[in-house]
């Protein structure tokens, strides 16, 4: 089972450079999510989506955009690298929505660790 | 944007000690409070979970006690192993557009000494 698949697992980028990250599933999973993890701030919603077609902004959404055409992928682009968006960035899913009924835990994949100089 | 609040940063503990993690919440959409845990170059993964009905869950050495009314939650690993050294983040949840997401604390990085 690969569950959470995330490429690359590292990224050299120069300043105003753009890239895509790239996320998958194999589990059949309705919700994504896309996180950065910084030292100190802990892990920080950039982007989701509720299904296909559907994506909504997290708490940090600037500067990256997200689309979902397939269930399966919910690729990250970084449109002007910047500095500030060195980090490592973690894609999740999980089954359904999380609701006040269901749990619905986070599947996280291992991360991609940008660095943009 | 909601606030949880975890502390402490990082935490050193003899093995066979008792690790603590607490976490604090402004407001929360609803009671669901889960614990996850990552180890280097790993992806967090979900460790153990309350729903309040309750005010505390055990699973194994890993125990969430809930305190509803100081709007506190938190993890307590018994006879704590070097295997458990890992960051440790708790969650709540908060309202996004028409959907539920998780707030996530700043992580705990716990070290257990052999």
């Known amino acids: 089972n690969a569950g959470v698949t995330q490429t690359p697992k590292f990224q050299v980028l120069k300043t105003g450079q753009s890239m895509t990250l790239q996320c998958a599933q194999d589990m059949n999973h309705e919700y994504m999510s896309w996180y950065r993890q910084d030292p100190g701030m802990g892990l920080r919603l950039i982007h989701y989506s509720v299904g296909a077609g559907i994506t909504d902004q997290g708490e940090v959404p600037n500067g990256y955009n997200v689309s979902r055409s397939t269930t399966e992928d919910f690729p990250l682009r970084l449109l002007s690298a910047a500095p500030s968006q060195t980090s490592v960035y973690f894609c999740?899913?999980?089954?359904?929505?999380?609701?006040?009924?269901?749990?619905?835990?986070?599947?996280f994949g291992n991360g991609t660790r940008l660095t943009v100089t | 944007q909601q606030q949880v609040k975890q502390s402490p940063q990082s935490l050193i503990v003899q093995k066979g000690g008792i690790s603590i993690i607490n976490c604090a919440y402004e407001?929360?959409?609803?009671?669901?409070f889960p614990w996850y845990q990552q180890f280097p170059g790993k992806g967090p993964a979900l460790l153990i979970a309350?729903?309040?009905?309750?005010s505390e869950k055990k699973e194994g050495r890993f125990t969430i006690s809930f305190n509803k009314s100081a709007k506190q939650f938190s993890l307590h690993i018994m006879d704590s192993q070097p295997g458990d050294s890992a960051t440790y983040f708790c969650?709540?949840?908060?309202?996004?557009?028409?959907?539920?997401?998780?707030?996530f604390g700043k992580g705990t990085k716990l070290s257990v000494i052999p």
């Open positions: 969650a709540a949840p908060q309202t996004g557009a028409g959907s539920y997401q998780l707030t």
């Open positions: 309350i729903r309040p009905d309750v």
């Open positions: 999740a899913s999980s089954p359904k929505l999380l609701t006040r009924a269901r749990n619905s835990p986070l599947h």
């Open positions: 407001n929360t959409a609803f009671d669901y």
